[in-house]
C-alpha cells in the first residue's frame, strides 16, 4: 500500500527553519516525482516545491532561496527544508507522490502538517 | 504564470443534481490539468487528468472535458459524498498552479 505521512510541523518565530519530512512507504521516493503543496488556513492550495526522478527541482517564487527539496534515500524519505520563514508561510504541508510519467499530477497525497510562523 | 480562474466560487445543490465546475486558463495548456476534491479536513484526491482521463476507482458520475483554455468538471448526479471542495490544477508550465476550489453545499 502506498503511504504518506508528513512530520516535522510546529510554532516557529519568523525567521525561524523547520525541516519537513514525508515519510513514504510503497514506494521508493528516489524513483518518483514528488513535490510540496501547502494550504494555508480557509484558503486554496498551493503548490511549494517538485524534485524529479532525475534530481532535477523547482520552486514557487515567494520560497526561492528559502526552501530546499530533497530525499534522503536511506530513510526513503522526501524533505523539505525551510529557512527564513515568514508569517505569510503559515499553512498546512502536504506532500504528494507524482505520477509515473512525470507529467505534474499529483496522487496520492499525504495527510499534511502544520507550520505556524507567529511571533 | 498561468493563472487558473475557477467558477462558481461555491455551489448550492441537491443529491441528484447534475453540477458542472469551469476553470479558464490565462493561456493555452493543451489538456495539462486535473482535478482534485477536498473534504474538510483531509487532502485532497484525485480525480481526473489530462483534462478528461478518469482515474481507477473514481466513480463514473465525474466526467472533465476541455474546450481551449476552459475546462469543466461535471458530476452527473450528485452524491451525499460529493459535498466537498474541488480543485483544478494545470500542469503545463512552473510554477504549477491550481483553481480557487468550488465547495459544492447543499
Known amino acids: 500500500e502506498v503511504r504518506l505521512v508528513e512530520t516535522g510541523g510546529g510554532l516557529i518565530h519568523p525567521g525561524g527553519s523547520l525541516r519537513l519530512s514525508c515519510a513514504v512507504s510503497?514506494?521508493?521516493?528516489?524513483?518518483?516525482?514528488m513535490t510540496w503543496v501547502r494550504q494555508a488556513p480557509g484558503k486554496g492550495l498551493q503548490w511549494v516545491s517538485i524534485?524529479?526522478?532525475?534530481?532535477?527541482?523547482y520552486y514557487e517564487e515567494s520560497v526561492k532561496g528559502r526552501f530546499t527539496i530533497s530525499r534522503d534515500k536511506s530513510e526513503n524519505t522526501l524533505v523539505l527544508q525551510m529557512n527564513n520563514l515568514r508569517v505569510d508561510d503559515t499553512a498546512v504541508y502536504f506532500c504528494?507522490?507524482?505520477?509515473?510519467?512525470?507529467?505534474?499530477?499529483?496522487?496520492?497525497w499525504g495527510q499534511g502538517t502544520q507550520v505556524t510562523v507567529s511571533s | 504564470d498561468i493563472q487558473m480562474t475557477q467558477s462558481p466560487s461555491t455551489l448550492s445543490a441537491s443529491v441528484g443534481d447534475r453540477v458542472t465546475i469551469t476553470c479558464r486558463a490565462s493561456?493555452?495548456?493543451?489538456?495539462?490539468l486535473a482535478w482534485y476534491q477536498q473534504r474538510p479536513g483531509k487532502p485532497p484526491k484525485l480525480l481526473i487528468y489530462?483534462?478528461?482521463i478518469l482515474k481507477s476507482g473514481v466513480p463514473s458520475r465525474f466526467s472533465g472535458s476541455a474546450s481551449g483554455t476552459e475546462f469543466t468538471l461535471t458530476i452527473s448526479s450528485l452524491q451525499p459524498d460529493d459535498f466537498a471542495t474541488y480543485y483544478c490544477?494545470?500542469?503545463?508550465?512552473?510554477?504549477?498552479?491550481f483553481g480557487g476550489g468550488t465547495k459544492v453545499e447543499i
Open positions: 490544477q494545470q500542469y503545463h508550465l512552473f510554477p504549477l498552479t
Open positions: 504528494a507522490r507524482g505520477d509515473y510519467s512525470e507529467e505534474g499530477y499529483f496522487d496520492p
Open positions: 489530462k483534462a478528461s
Open positions: 510503497g514506494f521508493t521516493v528516489s524513483g518518483d516525482l
Open positions: 524534485i524529479y526522478s532525475h534530481g532535477s527541482t
Open positions: 493561456q493555452t495548456m493543451s489538456t495539462w
